[in-house]
C-alpha cells in the first residue's frame, strides 16, 4: 500500500481516515469522521467537513468546501448526516456541497460527476452518475438529477424540482418545475426539444428516439395536463415499448411541482 502525501500545512484530524496515494495539499483542512478513498487528491485551501465520505480518484479543487452545514434556518449542527462523493468525481475550484439536514442523511454527488467552478450543492440533493454543472449553477436543497444530465453555467434550479436522465438544462436558465428525462431546456422553464446529441452519443437507436420524439409530442406540445396525457398513453394503443419511452412517460406520474412545457403548448 502507498502512503499518501499530506502537505506540512494541512491540518488533518487523526480520526480521519484516508485511502492510499491520496494527495492533500497545502492549507487544506480535513475533518474527524471524514473518509477519502484511494487516489484521491484534495488541492491547497480545500475543506472536508466531518462525517464526509469522499470516494476513489475523485480531485477536490482548490477552496472548494465539501460537507458543509445546510443553509437552512430550522438545522441543529448537532445533527450527524453527511455528504457523499462517488468515485471519480471532480470538483472544480470553489465548489460548496452541503451536507443533509436530516438525522443520518446523506447529500450525493454520483460517480464519475463534473462540478465546475463555484457550482453549488445543497442539502439533501441526489446527483446521479455522470453529471456535469457548469460554472456557478445552482441546485436548492432536495433536487435530484438523473445520470448523465447537464446544467449550462448559471442555471438556477428551484429546490425540490426532478430532473430525468439525459436532459440538458442551458446556461442562466430558471428552473422551477420538473424535467423529463432526454429533455433540453432554457429560459424559465421552456422545454425546446429532445436532447438528440446527447442521445446520439450515448448510442441510443433509432427506434428509442423515434420513440422518444412521440411521447414528446403526445406529452408536452399538448395543452392541457401532462399527467393525464401519460396516463392516455400507457392505457391507450400508442403506450411506448422500448425502456427509454417507457421512463419518460412514467416520469409524468410522480411529483408535484409540475412540468415544463413546450412553447408551442402555452
Given at each position: 500500500?502507498?502512503?499518501s502525501s499530506?502537505h506540512?500545512t494541512?491540518?488533518?484530524d487523526?480520526?480521519?481516515?484516508l485511502?492510499?496515494?491520496v494527495?492533500?495539499?497545502?492549507?487544506?483542512?480535513?475533518?474527524?469522521?471524514v473518509?477519502?478513498?484511494d487516489?484521491s487528491?484534495?488541492d491547497?485551501h480545500?475543506?472536508?467537513k466531518?462525517?464526509?465520505?469522499?470516494?476513489k480518484?475523485?480531485?477536490?479543487?482548490h477552496f472548494?468546501?465539501?460537507?458543509g452545514?445546510?443553509?437552512h434556518l430550522?438545522?441543529?449542527?448537532?445533527?450527524?448526516?453527511?455528504a457523499?462523493?462517488?468515485?471519480?468525481?471532480?470538483?472544480g475550484?470553489g465548489?460548496?456541497?452541503?451536507?443533509?439536514?436530516?438525522?443520518?442523511?446523506?447529500?450525493?454527488?454520483?460517480?464519475d460527476?463534473?462540478?465546475?467552478?463555484?457550482?453549488?450543492?445543497?442539502?439533501?440533493?441526489?446527483?446521479?452518475d455522470?453529471?456535469i454543472?457548469?460554472?456557478?449553477?445552482?441546485l436548492g436543497g432536495?433536487?435530484?438529477?438523473?445520470?448523465?444530465?447537464?446544467?449550462?453555467?448559471?442555471?438556477g434550479?428551484?429546490?425540490?424540482?426532478?430532473?430525468?436522465e439525459?436532459?440538458?438544462?442551458g446556461?442562466?436558465s430558471?428552473?422551477?418545475?420538473?424535467?423529463?428525462?432526454?429533455v433540453?431546456?432554457s429560459?424559465?422553464?421552456?422545454?425546446c426539444?429532445?436532447?438528440?446529441?446527447g442521445?446520439?452519443?450515448?448510442g441510443v437507436t433509432?427506434?428509442?428516439?423515434?420513440e422518444l420524439?412521440?411521447c414528446y409530442?403526445?406529452?408536452?406540445?399538448k395543452?392541457?395536463n401532462p399527467?393525464?396525457?401519460?396516463?392516455?398513453m400507457i392505457?391507450?394503443?400508442?403506450?411506448?415499448?422500448?425502456?427509454?419511452?417507457?421512463?419518460f412517460?412514467e416520469?409524468?406520474?410522480?411529483g408535484?411541482r409540475?412540468?415544463?412545457?413546450?412553447h408551442?403548448?402555452?
Amino acid at each position: 500500500m502507498s502512503a499518501s502525501s499530506i502537505h506540512a500545512t494541512a491540518i488533518v484530524d487523526p480520526e480521519a481516515e484516508l485511502g492510499s496515494n491520496v494527495t492533500v495539499g497545502a492549507y487544506c483542512i480535513i475533518e474527524a469522521g471524514v473518509s477519502v478513498g484511494d487516489g484521491s487528491s484534495i488541492d491547497s485551501h480545500a475543506i472536508i467537513k466531518r462525517l464526509t465520505r469522499v470516494g476513489k480518484d475523485v480531485r477536490i479543487g482548490h477552496f472548494s468546501v465539501v460537507g458543509g452545514d445546510p443553509q437552512h434556518l430550522s438545522f441543529d449542527s448537532d445533527i450527524p448526516s453527511s455528504a457523499v462523493l462517488g468515485d471519480g468525481a471532480r470538483l472544480g475550484e470553489g465548489v460548496t456541497v452541503h451536507r443533509s439536514m436530516y438525522e443520518n442523511g446523506r447529500t450525493v454527488i454520483g460517480r464519475d460527476c463534473f462540478l465546475m467552478g463555484y457550482s453549488h450543492v445543497a442539502h439533501d440533493c441526489q446527483v446521479g452518475d455522470r453529471t456535469i454543472l457548469a460554472n456557478g449553477a445552482l441546485l436548492g436543497g432536495h433536487v435530484i438529477l438523473g445520470t448523465d444530465v447537464f446544467v449550462g453555467g448559471g442555471a438556477g434550479l428551484h429546490q425540490f424540482t426532478r430532473v430525468g436522465e439525459g436532459a440538458m438544462i442551458g446556461g442562466l436558465s430558471e428552473i422551477s418545475a420538473d424535467i423529463p428525462p432526454q429533455v433540453t431546456v432554457s429560459g424559465r422553464n421552456r422545454a425546446c426539444g429532445l436532447n438528440l446529441i446527447g442521445l446520439k452519443r450515448r448510442g441510443v437507436t433509432r427506434e428509442e428516439r423515434t420513440e422518444l420524439k412521440q411521447c414528446y409530442r403526445e406529452i408536452l406540445m399538448k395543452k392541457g395536463n401532462p399527467t393525464l396525457f401519460a396516463k392516455l398513453m400507457i392505457n391507450g394503443s400508442s403506450s411506448p415499448k422500448t425502456s427509454l419511452g417507457i421512463t419518460f412517460v412514467e416520469f409524468f406520474l410522480e411529483g408535484d411541482r409540475g412540468f415544463v412545457r413546450s412553447h408551442s403548448a402555452r
